[in-house]
């Protein structure tokens, strides 16, 4: 008998249909991006004539124009932030595996649960420790056919399950502000690596608020799309009917052209759909006709800092500047209820979904194997640490025979609540506003020790997402020097409303990507 | 006390012979060397979505109509949760309290009347992959050295078809089970072979006193044929018997029975858990089978096995009738010319004998050679059976060639026989015909069963009057 290895190296095929809509989608990127040279962001290096590039600075946007122009090559760009990564990494270990594929697009990070063929993906685990997956997931197809080279994988919270990179076995990321901080999470070595210098742009992924929130701690731009929107194919699953990749970027159009070049629906996830319209590019600097929801749950949380609560204020005062009609309104139960909801939901489909690390065909398995019972209790004790160990088991109780009812089918029943306070808020308003988490990035080490202060940290992100709504994070302003994160949160497929607000508030607001530290 | 009663259900498990696996793209063909179909999605890798066959759903339906069941609108998959190695993610993917059919009554006709087995349900899921247990007794675990997975057959298309308590016996169960098989066989959606594994069968089995209260059930594991489902099942009813003739009490066990003792024994419980901790699956979205789909099912659905067995039955009997029609060889029986139950009992015995397929006989040949069998010897006619398969099969020309008719070739053997059997040769000359059936035999032996029988008679009664 063979060893167990996939024969079938292709797994699920995009049929021709399919390969269709990607072929368009490329087309329209082969087009290029406009560009637009605002702040300088490429220095000639006098003696030798040689580009310097900024990478802190440049936008993706940016580093299009000056391929397009032939101002650098695809590999100087690469090699640009490949010095970045020599120089900053080892401070703010960003990077689980860098690759650095020599291409002639924007390069960008993968999130290391974004399987790519060839490349180390271990989702933050030792359990995944040496597995290289032989297909790539359907992002990261869609990232190569569009001409983007990996740069490498990021940091993240073991299996997603955090927010702060510290459950991460291969040990924390650093936030690029300050770091003595967190990054926040899961996708917190991304947003270091795109705030660091460290990649153009990157991918995360979100199931209570892991590409928001770590944006947010970043003083970047971070979207989770509409559920169904872009494909978990190839996703190393968390939570099944919560989990959406979405980009980490400097800007909101840079996001929005990322955005593009991932959503569509694929044959090979049965819950993608088609995007109701095509993604459009923001340009729009005013907010005028857009009815602007403040939800008072929202904004008004326990454990809302001050700074933060200030900053979201202006930001939502500059927004009727530029047009919006803003109003107050309400979700009671949503904020009540969710996180709690969320903590079943979430745990329970993990339970399901890391059952496959058996060691048996993949990954790291136990050098004590005595027998079967030995190998998967071994396996499963050495290769998880503690916080998926801690999800697996509420997770596998509320779906205990008995327990279904009360716990799963009944958070079931209370995220159907929340989608309809949503909706009901949605009738009166096209978007709503709030901080996107309640406190700015945390030191290393300050909320490690107790899950359920960190698990607050998605407070405000989790209601949307509990019903499978878009939510742009943008920053919003400075909180004791650290960056504050302004939730926009929209009704379903709403993405370009989101873009459209997002740009116009953002260039109002004016705020410096750049790391104060790290200014030239 | 009274007679106690066997209350029996079946459950039945179908692999459907789609072209590809339930949920990836795999070749559905296992039986190659191991683990030589498989891919990331049927290996359980890390991001791996289910994509469902649309085929499998579609012969699904199709055998929901068979089974009078109603079709669920908006059916769905769950998860099923346990630990075995055969079983890559840790779950299968499996329905459950929506399964695509359910509802169902299956009418099994017997010689008193039809009898209507009740369908719970008949649901889709994927089949595990095989375990090979080395260095054991008889291939299972316990005292395996080492055991082997073998994922080609990990995710093939599986339906699990539940039956309500409603067989009495264990022949009934035989006798429902094939009838069932044959239903699967001519929807085409299943070579539904026991000994393959493409057709496995579980039993509930308990006793009651009839009418009142269902008691205690142990359930059956894997049966891997008619016989030794019947016999399974009646070992099983035999034990409880005794158990509570004796006082006992039935426990709640899943069970083996080992055909080469003709015992039942427990199974290592590890194996069978039962908090299987079902929870919609959330890769995929609910299947709803277009109206059109089901529609079409029922206008292609012929006429069912049973109800073909009850219109044979008049003519030749309900054994025979029953028999054709599960064995798939009533419509041969139906195109062979001849008396209609010497046809019926050659097709069911010697044409059964040798495995030549129906579908490629040529029924008015097949009809003389029937009609010509007195005059050929046994072994000839099994040869010539075996041989109205192939295309240009001829009664007449095989008759003539297979047989010794050549009194020339035929006379040194009977000579010899003769001489070898002085005693027998009196006794026919003392007026005792009926050795010479005797001597007919020994000439046949001699000859490998070559010889013309009929030409053997008269040559025979040739020279023992000379």
């Not at chain 1, 979430?346 to 005595?370: C, F, H, I, W």
């Not at chain 2, 309290?97 to 369908?119: N, Q």
């Not at chain 2, 009813?237 to 427990?266: F, K, M, W």
């Not at chain 2, 097709?347 to 009809?367: R, Y």
Request: negative net charge; glycine residues 10%.
């Amino acid at each position: 008998m063979r060893p167990i290895r996939p024969t079938g190296l292709s797994g699920c095929r995009r049929s021709a249909g399919a390969s269709d809509s990607i072929s368009t989608h490329s087309a329209r990127h082969r087009r290029g991006f406009s560009t637009y040279a605002e702040k300088r962001v490429v220095a000639w290096g006098a003696p030798w004539g040689l580009a310097v590039i900024d990478t802190l600075r440049l936008t993706a946007e940016e580093a299009a124009g000056l391929l397009e122009r032939n101002e650098v090559s695809g590999e100087e760009l690469t090699q640009a932030y490949l010095d970045a990564i020599d120089e900053r990494d080892a401070e703010l270990h960003a990077y689980l595996h860098v690759v650095g594929e020599k291409g002639k697009g924007v390069p960008l990070a993968h999130k290391d649960l974004i399987t790519t063929k060839g490349i180390p993906t271990t989702a933050g685990s030792k359990i995944l420790e040496g597995y290289v997956p032989v297909f790539d997931s359907t992002v990261a197809a869609h990232c190569k056919e569009a001409g983007l080279p990996i740069l490498g994988k990021t940091n993240m919270d073991e299996f997603a399950m955090g927010s702060s990179t510290e459950n991460s076995a291969y040990g924390p990321s650093h936030n690029p502000w300050d770091p003595t901080r967190v990054p926040g999470g899961s996708s917190g070595g991304s947003a270091a690596a795109v705030a660091g210098g460290l990649a153009p742009w990157a991918l995360g992924s979100d199931t209570g608020g892991s590409i928001k929130q770590p944006a947010a701690l970043c003083g970047l731009v971070g979207l989770r799309p509409t559920y169904g929107t872009v494909s978990r194919y190839g996703i190393v699953a968390f939570a099944s009917s919560l989990d959406q990749v979405g980009p980490i970027t400097k800007t909101v159009r840079d996001n929005a052209r990322l955005y593009e070049i991932i959503a569509g629906r694929d044959p090979c996830d049965s819950t993608t759909v088609d995007l109701p319209a095509p993604v459009e590019i923001p340009s729009a600097e005013d907010l005028k006709g857009i009815r602007v929801g403040v939800p008072r749950e929202l904004n008004e949380a326990e454990g809302i800092e001050r700074g933060v609560a200030e900053q979201v204020q202006k930001a939502i005062a500059l927004a009727e500047q530029l047009g919006a009609e803003v109003g107050e309104t309400t979700l009671p139960r949503s904020v009540d209820f969710g996180l709690a909801c969320y903590y079943l939901v979430a745990p329970a489909e993990a339970s399901s979904n890391l059952a496959r690390y058996d060691g048996v065909r993949y990954g790291y398995r136990t050098p004590n194997n005595g027998d079967l019972t030995a190998l998967y209790e071994r396996t499963r004790w050495e290769g998880f640490g503690a916080e998926p160990k801690r999800r697996i088991l509420i997770g596998t109780y509320a779906l205990s025979a008995g327990y279904f009812e009360a716990y799963y089918g009944q958070a079931q029943k209370v995220r159907t609540v929340i989608a309809q306070e949503h909706a009901a808020a949605f009738e009166s308003f096209d978007l709503l506003i709030s901080p996107t988490s309640p406190t700015v990035a945390f030191k290393l080490g300050e909320k490690a020790e107790n899950p359920l202060a960190m698990y607050l940290s998605d407070l405000l992100t989790i209601p949307s997402n509990m019903a499978g709504l878009p939510g742009l994070s943008i920053p919003c302003g400075l909180s004791e020097g650290l960056p504050v994160g302004l939730q926009l949160i929209g009704p379903e497929f709403s993405e370009n409303l989101l873009f459209r607000a997002g740009h116009a508030l953002e260039r109002a607001i004016g705020f410096d990507p750049v790391p104060e530290r790290l200014r030239g | 006390m009274a007679e106690l009663e066997p209350v029996i259900g079946l459950e039945i498990h179908v692999q459907l012979k789609t072209r590809t696996k339930m949920f990836c793209r795999c070749e559905n063909i296992w039986g190659d060397d191991g683990n030589t179909r498989t891919c990331p999605i049927c290996l359980a890798h890390p991001g791996t979505l289910p994509v469902p066959n649309k085929k499998a759903i579609e012969w699904t339906v199709k055998l929901g109509v068979a089974l009078g069941c109603e079709i669920a609108p908006r059916a769905l998959f769950h998860r099923k949760h346990y630990w075995y190695p055969d079983l890559p993610k840790g779950y299968q993917i499996s329905q459950y309290d929506v399964p695509l059919c359910s509802a169902g009554r299956f009418v099994l006709p017997t010689e008193e009347g039809d009898r209507a087995i009740g369908i719970v349900r008949a649901h889709l899921e994927e089949d595990a992959a095989k375990t090979v247990h080395v260095g054991g007794v008889g291939g299972r675990i316990a005292g395996a050295e080492h055991s082997l997975v073998d994922f080609n057959r990990g995710g093939t298309p599986l339906v699990e078809i539940v039956t309500e308590p409603d067989v009495r016996s264990p022949e009934e169960a035989r006798r429902f089970l094939q009838l069932l098989r044959q239903t699967v066989v001519e929807l085409g959606i299943s070579d539904a072979e026991m000994e393959k594994g493409s057709l496995r069968c579980d039993a509930n089995v308990s006793l009651r006193e009839p009418g009142a209260e269902f008691r205690t059930k142990t359930e059956l594991k894997n049966m891997n044929s008619f016989k030794f489902v019947a016999d399974g099942i009646a070992a099983e009813l035999a034990r409880q018997r005794a158990v509570y003739e004796s006082g006992g009490e039935i426990t709640q066990d899943t069970l083996h029975y080992d055909p080469a003792t003709g015992r039942v024994a427990p199974l290592r419980s590890k194996e069978y858990a039962d908090d299987y901790r079902y929870f919609p699956e959330p890769d995929l979205v609910p299947v709803e089978p277009p109206q059109e789909m089901i529609e079409a099912a029922r206008r292609e659905l012929g006429e069912l096995p049973g109800a073909r067995i009850r219109l044979l039955e008049a003519e030749i009997g309900f054994e025979l009738a029953s028999g054709l029609v599960t064995s798939g060889r009533d419509d041969l029986y139906a195109r062979v010319p001849g008396d209609r139950r010497v046809v019926a009992n050659v097709l069911m015995n010697q044409f059964a004998a040798s495995g030549v397929d129906p579908a490629n006989v040529n029924a008015e040949e097949l009809g003389k050679l029937i009609e010509a069998r007195e005059a050929i010897p046994r072994a000839a006619f099994a040869d010539a059976l075996a041989a109205s398969g192939n295309g240009e099969f001829s009664a007449d020309r095989y008759l003539a060639e297979a047989a010794i008719s050549d009194a020339s070739e035929l006379d040194p053997v009977i000579e010899r026989v003769l001489e070898a059997n002085e005693a027998q040769v009196a006794s026919f000359k003392a007026g005792k015909e009926g050795v010479l059936g005797y001597l007919v035999g020994q000439v046949m032996r001699e000859t490998g069963g070559k010889a013309n029988p009929k030409v053997v008679n008269e040559r025979l009664r040739e020279k023992l009057r000379a």
